[in-house]
T-cell receptor
Framework: AQTVTQSQPEMSVQEAETVTLSCTYD???????LFWYKQPPSRQMILVIR??????QNATENRFSVNFQKAAKSFSLKISDSQLGDAAMYFC?????????????FGEGTQLTVNP | DGGITQSPKYLFRKEGQNVTLSCEQN?????MYWYRQDPGQGLRLIYY???????QKGDIAEGYSVSREKKESFPLTVTSAQKNPTAFYLC?????????????FGSGTRLTVV
């Protein structure tokens, strides 16, 4: 079974600084997608960034970027120039192949606090 | 605007009662999903449906039931067999089942047993 592990239950960062959230996963598949979702206090889930396993280039979306290490099965999220609005729970997620229902499997989440 | 609507936002259930959580989408998405969120456990899959009139059990289906009679609707019933139903429930949809499709989420329903 696929698993996703986020080893940092809580992280904090000073406003305008950079923070990296860790995620590792376990899978026997060779083609898959990885996602980072943000859940602010409103509890609305928001897609932050996604990465295809076949692409070696790391995905970037404005201040958000990933460090994808396929051999190590690692998928960390870097937030640059942190803003107060970045404070949220962040979930790493892995999407399986269609034969498995193509469901998203989530990690336990990392609660990010941004200090002014 | 297209999106997913979950209702109610808050729901209280007495012991032994069945309750139904509503999930409606107007995105014309084929696939729909129900997740349960508990503190420290992330999101766990309850049921999913890839097409109308078909659905599959997820990891924690015991004590829950679903139906998919219309493409737009995927209601979740929490039955009295679910011993610990207090949780936050999220509904999601996806354009297809391809790996590159992310999910669109509803705003959730908080269920509390009283």
């Amino acid at each position: 079974a696929q698993t996703v592990t986020q080893s940092q239950p809580e992280m904090s960062v000073q406003e305008a600084e950079t923070v990296t959230l860790s995620c590792t996963y376990d899978t026997s598949e060779s083609d898959y997608y990885l996602f980072w979702y943000k859940q602010p206090p409103s509890r609305q889930m928001i897609l932050v960034i996604r990465q295809e396993a076949y692409k070696q280039q790391n995905a970037t979306e404005n201040r958000f970027s990933v460090n994808f290490q396929k051999a190590a099965k690692s998928f960390s999220l870097k937030i640059s120039d942190s803003q107060l609005g970045d404070a949220a729970m962040y979930f790493c997620a892995y999407r399986t192949s269609e034969t498995s229902g193509s469901r998203l499997t989530f990690g336990e989440g990392t609660q990010l606090t941004v200090n002014p | 605007d297209g999106g997913i609507t979950q209702s109610p936002k808050y729901l209280f259930r007495k012991e032994g009662q069945n309750v139904t959580l509503s999930c409606e989408q107007n995105l014309n998405h084929d696939a729909m999903y129900w997740y349960r969120q508990d503190p420290g456990q992330g999101l766990r899959l309850i049921y999913y449906s890839q097409i109308v009139n078909d659905f599959q059990k997820g990891d924690i289906a015991e004590g829950y039931s679903v139906s998919r009679e219309k493409k737009e609707s995927f209601p979740l019933t929490v039955t009295s067999a679910q011993k610990n139903p207090t949780a936050f429930y999220l509904c999601a949809s996806s354009r297809g089942t391809g790996r590159d499709y992310g999910y669109t989420f509803g705003s959730g329903t908080r269920l509390t047993v009283v």
